[in-house]
T-cell receptor
Framework: GAVVSQHPSWVICKSGTSVKIECRSL??????MFWYRQFPKQSLMLMAT?????????EQGVEKDKFLINHASLTLSTLTVTSAHPEDSSFYIC???????????FGEGSWLTVV | RKEVEQDPGPFNVPEGATVAFNCTYS??????FFWYRQDCRKEPKLLMS???SGNEDGRFTAQLNRASQYISLLIRDSKLSDSATYLC????????????FGAGTRLFVKA
């Protein structure tokens, strides 16, 4: 099946620093990718929809200047958490939609801990 | 009303039991439907697509009822390894592609 790779799998950073997470579709092209956040024992929360070659669409309540999204190619989207704070510690997951269909495939997720 | 609603559970069933989950969606323009499985501290993984004609994969059967706007997942002969959260996912196009996740239904299968 289709594969989406997310990197890094886990990262620990200091408060105030920025962290970049990459999401790659390895064997298919994805014009649309999605970024989610999931806190322990809670459901996935869509943060933003990333569109190749254009600005991302952010969900209500998600700060676009804090969570920078870049989707420069059909196989790569990045999420940068800027000026990270401990409350940003969470499980961040990306997903990609195959251009040839509607199926969504998820990356393995990235655990972010801000200390 | 939420766009996609699921009973959060948890469902606690013994091994070998049959368990069914339902999911309702509010937008009649919804186009594609899926069930995903998410294990604790892992990413969701596609379990199966859902069609009006029904879709069966081994012990799992998914069904779509467009008239009533709900989808279902039936698990027969439950295994311990079926314990997970099952997410109902709906996609539609409203000027842009949109994916909506249900909050998930937690299943615990006991020995």
């Amino acid at each position: 099946g289709a594969v989406v790779s997310q990197h890094p799998s886990w990262v620990i950073c200091k408060s105030g620093t920025s962290v970049k997470i990459e999401c790659r579709s390895l064997d298919f092209q994805a014009t649309t990718m999605f970024w989610y956040r999931q806190f322990p024992k809670q459901s996935l929360m869509l943060m933003a929809t990333s569109n190749e070659g254009s600005k991302a669409t952010y969900e209500q309540g998600v700060e676009k200047d804090k969570f920078l999204i870049n989707h420069a190619s059909l196989t790569l989207s990045t999420l940068t958490v800027t000026s990270a704070h401990p409350e940003d510690s969470s499980f961040y997951i990306c997903s990609a939609r195959q251009n040839s269909g509607n199926t969504i495939y998820f990356g393995e997720g990235s655990w972010l801990t801000v200390v | 009303r939420k766009e996609v609603e699921q009973d959060p559970g948890p469902f606690n069933v013994p091994e070998g039991a049959t368990v069914a989950f339902n999911c309702t969606y509010s937008n009649s323009a919804s186009q594609s439907f899926f069930w995903y499985r998410q294990d604790c501290r892992k990413e969701p993984k596609l379990l199966m697509s859902v069609y009006s004609s029904g879709n069966e994969d081994g012990r799992f059967t998914a069904q779509l009822n467009r008239a009533s706007q709900y989808i279902s997942l039936l698990i027969r002969d439950s295994k311990l390894s079926d314990s997970a959260t099952y997410l109902c996912v709906v996609t539609l196009y409203t000027g842009g592609f949109k994916t909506i996740f249900g909050a998930g239904t937690r299943l615990f299968v006991k020995a």
